[in-house]
């Protein structure tokens, strides 16, 4: 299986919602070089980020990466799997 096209075919799916580990996510980016995804929580209770002097400043959403393919590129991963079967 060719990672670079699973990439370019995911990269399509961009800003679709996806109900995974439970929270709705959005991807929000494809790394193609390390093979994967980018996921941005849609829930509203987002974790408080500190700044560089350890002061909270500002809440973020929760991001998560998520594996295109198996280490092996024998197919695609669980996780991706999993991912996908919760495509909203």
């Excluded at 995804?37 to 929760?62: C, K, M, N």
């Amino acid at each position: 299986m060719n990672p670079q096209s699973i990439a370019q075919r995911m990269r399509k799916l961009i800003g679709t919602r996806f109900n995974y580990l439970q929270q709705t996510w959005v991807l929000i980016d494809v790394l193609e070089q390390e093979e994967n995804l980018i996921l941005s929580s849609l829930d509203q209770f987002a974790p408080i980020q500190a700044d560089q002097y350890g002061q909270a400043t500002r809440r973020v959403p929760e991001t998560l990466s998520v594996r295109m393919s198996e280490p092996g590129g024998e197919g695609y991963s669980e996780d991706m799997l999993e991912l996908l079967s919760g495509k909203i």
